[in-house]
């Protein structure tokens, strides 16, 4: 079974807000680093299937934060067979 995390995009693209909600959406350690290189790592680690559901994606892409976010998410589904990440918009 996958694990399916459903976050909203335009709560994604301010740094800190959203280093707070991936954190606690994703479950990821204390210690983690809170930066885009950190969270890719943790991506990558993925050993269970895991689906990302994006919502509102739009807005990712008006800031440049939203853009490296976007950037990141989409290589680590690249990278890994065991991510998913999927792009709506309403």
Do not use: K
Not at 15 to 33: I, K, N, V
Not at 40 to 60: G, K, M, S, V
């Amino acid at each position: 079974m996958e694990d399916r995390i459903t976050l909203d995009g335009a709560r994604l693209t301010e740094r800190t807000a959203a280093m707070d909600l991936l954190q606690e959406a994703l479950s990821l350690p204390e210690g983690w680093g809170r930066n885009l290189d950190a969270l890719y790592d943790c991506l990558t680690d993925c050993r269970t299937p895991r689906l990302l559901e994006i919502r509102h994606a739009a807005a990712l892409t008006d800031v440049p934060f939203g853009r490296a976010l976007l950037r990141l998410l989409r290589d680590a589904a690249q990278d890994v067979s065991q991510l998913e990440v999927r792009f709506e918009d309403d």
